[in-house]
């Protein structure tokens, strides 16, 4: 599909500088620009490649002056940054953009889906299965019986959502995703094997989550394990039964929650981080890469190591740590000359 620096700058409300009716079928970064490619300029440090880029198209901040004559057209906007990423939104949705059931598939009889939905080859569709407008589940997808999806979210290929989970408006849902495993629990008997306690409960997750390829989220025990809105979870994440995560908290690979644990709003984790159960975690709290909770935290904490410490803690901790060796040596020494 081609657009012309016209359409494009209107997509934008730019202004175009240059021949509006060049022409582009690809996105490029600006150093490997080719003809017929389009690729943006926000950081000074790439300025030099405006004058060698082979790109048809630039888009560039409004403040933005050349050096030098420049053949490639130019479109201007307030943030290149920001509108380049618009597009690359806009660019999705039209790639993404499929309508159809394709064959073979498996429907069952008694779900229901809305407008525009793409069910592709080999999908899988339960049985009560309620699929609302725009939905695009992608092939080798499994949709097991009463899930619910809402409108605009999309399912990628090989993505597995077990019975009666609940998925709403605008999610995302990456390769290999299971939602809906059952959660970890057993209980010992009085031979010290472990019998399989049922998890009879779901996963709700609510508008506007992305989920990351191979991240698992278990259904409840009892009741639901919730993502709320806004959620974004990075890819090979493990969210236990009965975890709740609050609104706009964003959480890197391989970090893994244990059951029954809550954490607020606006928090940002780091990847790797383990974080045991039964625990709560305020909102807008911080967590460095491979750090281990352990405890409750509280609003707004910054927590780094594991055990975890406050961020300043753990740094002023670890100028120490990295002199050990030294300082076990002074304190030898001393001992030494005291009995000397």
Known sequence: MKFTAQ???DILEGEVVGNPNIEVSKLSKIEE????SLTF???????????????SIVIVNKVFTP??????TLIRVEDAYKSFSKLLEYYN??????????????????SR?????????????GDNVHIGNNVKIHPHAY??????????SVIFPGAKIYSDCIIGKYCVIHSGAIIGADGFGFAPNKKGEYTKVPQIGNVIIED??????????DRATLGSTIIRKGVKLDNHIQIAHNVEIGKNTVIAAQTGVAGSTKIGENCQIGGQVGIVGHINIGNNVKIQAQSGIGRNVKDNEVLQGSPALPYGDYNKSYVHFKNLPKIVKDINDLEKNKWE
């Open 7 to 9: 359409q494009i700058s």
């Open 33 to 36: 620009g080719t003809e017929g």
């Open 41 to 55: 300029l926000a950081n000074p440090k790439y300025t030099p490649y405006i004058y060698s880029t082979k790109a």
């Open 67 to 72: 050096e030098i004559d420049i053949k490639v």
């Open 93 to 110: 949705q039209i790639k993404n953009n499929k309508t159809g059931i394709e064959s073979p598939v498996f429907v069952s009889d008694s």
């Open 113 to 125: 889906y809305g407008d525009d939905v793409y069910i592709g080859a080999f999908s899988y569709i």
């Open 143 to 152: 949709i097991g019986d009463n899930v619910v999806i809402d409108d605009n």
């Open 208 to 217: 506007y989550v992305d989920i990351g390829a191979a991240t698992t989220i």
